[in-house]
Nanobody, 126 residues
Framework: QADLVESGGGLVQTGGSLGLSCGAS????????MAWFRQAPGNERQFVAG????????DYTDSVKGRFTIFRDNDKNTVTLQMNSLRPEDTAVYYC???????????????????WGQGTQVTVSS
């Protein structure tokens, strides 16, 4: 059984919106920061957005600020990435990830995360 399960990817036109959801067991989810990364063909996996365990602090890569929102529901053990004003350059496989250490502020490095989802494809057509 996968520890993190993503859903919500798909095909959308430029300017459209998608919401990605990541679900986990309570043991996996609590009390860790969570993040979303993405990987486009031929590129390295890159940080998109992160959120602390409490949800009070978030971090975004510059290219998505003002367009994407990360939030979490600790009662349901889910973290969501709401993506608005999508652009063709947002096309990638999106991965949910759990921070390696409890209570840490979400970092941007791959090695700061130890559980990963299987990925969900987001394609933005021009």
């Amino acid at each position: 059984q996968a520890d993190l399960v993503e859903s919500g990817g798909g095909l959308v036109q430029t300017g459209g919106s998608l919401g990605l959801s990541c679900g986990a067991s309570r043991r996996t989810f609590s009390p860790f920061a969570m993040a979303w990364f993405r990987q486009a063909p031929g590129n390295e996996r890159q940080f998109v957005a992160g959120i602390t365990w409490t949800g009070r602090m978030t971090d975004y890569t510059d290219s998505v600020k003002g367009r994407f929102t990360i939030f979490r529901d600790n009662d349901k053990n889910t973290v969501t990435l709401q993506m608005n004003s999508l652009r063709p350059e947002d096309t990638a496989v999106y991965y949910c990830a759990r921070a390696r250490e409890r209570y840490r502020t979400p970092g941007r490095g791959l090695d700061e995360y130890d559980f990963w989802g299987q990925g969900t494809q987001v394609t933005v057509s021009s």
